[in-house]
């Protein structure tokens, strides 16, 4: 059963740093571009940042850029989100998802996704 399983979200105070996982099971995730969406309570869902099946290519969103990081270790078959500088506008559950065969692009977070995991609460606040 094909599944992904995102972990590491918590609360910090501004600034500070976490890093989230997002681990897959039942299909080898290094063939596949993945994302990492967001949720804030009472918005839309958000594009972050996603990441080519090779590690090599990444995109992300403006408001992230220079603060998060996407890495990948196909070897775990496990998706990395690092987050530094959080803000108390990164407050939302964070989703990993990946749409098959779709490569990572600026049109990536426009995409219906296949797969979706369960997502993981980040809250920013002092």
């Known amino acids: 059963q094909l599944q992904l399983v995102e972990s590491g979200g918590g609360l910090v105070q501004p600034g500070g740093s976490l890093r989230l996982s997002c681990a897959a099971s039942?299909?080898?995730?290094?063939?596949?571009?993945i994302g990492w969406f967001r949720q804030a309570p009472g918005k839309e869902r958000e594009g972050v940042s996603c990441?080519?099946?090779?590690?090599?290519?990444?995109n992300s969103v403006d408001s992230v850029k220079g603060r998060f990081t996407i890495s990948r270790d196909n070897a775990k078959n496990t998706v990395y989100l690092q987050m530094n500088s959080l803000k108390p506008e990164d407050t939302a559950t964070y989703y990993c998802?990946?749409?098959?065969?779709?490569?990572?692009?600026?049109?990536?977070?426009?995409?219906?996704?296949?797969?979706w995991g369960k997502g993981t609460l980040v809250t920013v606040s002092s």
């Open positions: 998802a990946v749409r098959i065969s779709a490569p990572c692009s600026r049109n990536y977070f426009t995409l219906s996704m296949d797969y």
């Open positions: 039942g299909f080898t995730l290094a063939y596949y571009a």
């Open positions: 990441i080519s099946s090779s590690g090599v290519s990444t």
